[in-house]
C-alpha cells in the first residue's frame, strides 16, 4: 500500500509544481505588457499632443491667409471701382468730343458728312473737301473769271 500513497503525492504535488511554474512567467508577462502599455499611452500622449500642435498652427496659417485674401479683396474691389469711375469718365469725355465734332462739323456745313457717317453710309469726303477748296468763280463785269 505504501506504493499506492506514494504515487499519488508525487501526482497531487506535481501539478502544484506547474502552477508555481506557469506564475512565474504569467508575472513577468504582465510586467512586460504593463511596461509596453505604459510606453504605448505615452506615445499616444506624444501623437495627441503633436496633433494638437498641428491644429493649433494650421488654424493660425489658415486665419493667416484668410485676413490677406481679405485685404486682397479689397484692395481688388477699390481698384475696380477706381477703373469703372475711370472709364466712365472716359466714356463721358468721348461722348462730348462727339457732341462737339458733330457741333462744329453742322457749324462748317458738313451736317450731310455726320448723318450719312450716323446711318453706315461712307461720304464722299474727296467731293466735300474739292467743294471746300474750290472757291465759287468770281463774276467780273458778270462774266466768269478763271482762278
Not at 499632443?49 to 486682397?72: F, G, I
Not at 479683396?73 to 469725355?93: A, G, H, I, M
Not at 457717317?117 to 473737301?129: H, Q, R
Request: glycine share 4%.
Amino acid at each position: 500500500m505504501a506504493s499506492s500513497d506514494s504515487a499519488p503525492a508525487v501526482t497531487i504535488s506535481a501539478p502544484l509544481a506547474l502552477k508555481k511554474e506557469n506564475i512565474t512567467p504569467v508575472g513577468s508577462k504582465i510586467a512586460e505588457l504593463n511596461e509596453s502599455r505604459a510606453e504605448l499611452l505615452s506615445r499616444i500622449q506624444g501623437l495627441k499632443q503633436d496633433l494638437q500642435n498641428w491644429r493649433s498652427k494650421l488654424d493660425t496659417q489658415v486665419k493667416v491667409y484668410r485676413d490677406e485674401l481679405t485685404d486682397l479683396k479689397k484692395t481688388l474691389n477699390v481698384e475696380v471701382e477706381q477703373l469703372r469711375t475711370e472709364f466712365q469718365d472716359l466714356r463721358s469725355t468721348l461722348h462730348q468730343q462727339h457732341e462737339d465734332v458733330t457741333a462744329s462739323l453742322r457749324n462748317l456745313g458738313l451736317q450731310d458728312v455726320s448723318e450719312g457717317a450716323k446711318d453706315g453710309e461712307e461720304p464722299n469726303v474727296e467731293e466735300k473737301e474739292e467743294e471746300m477748296q474750290t472757291p465759287p468763280p468770281i463774276k467780273e463785269n458778270e462774266k466768269e473769271v478763271e482762278h
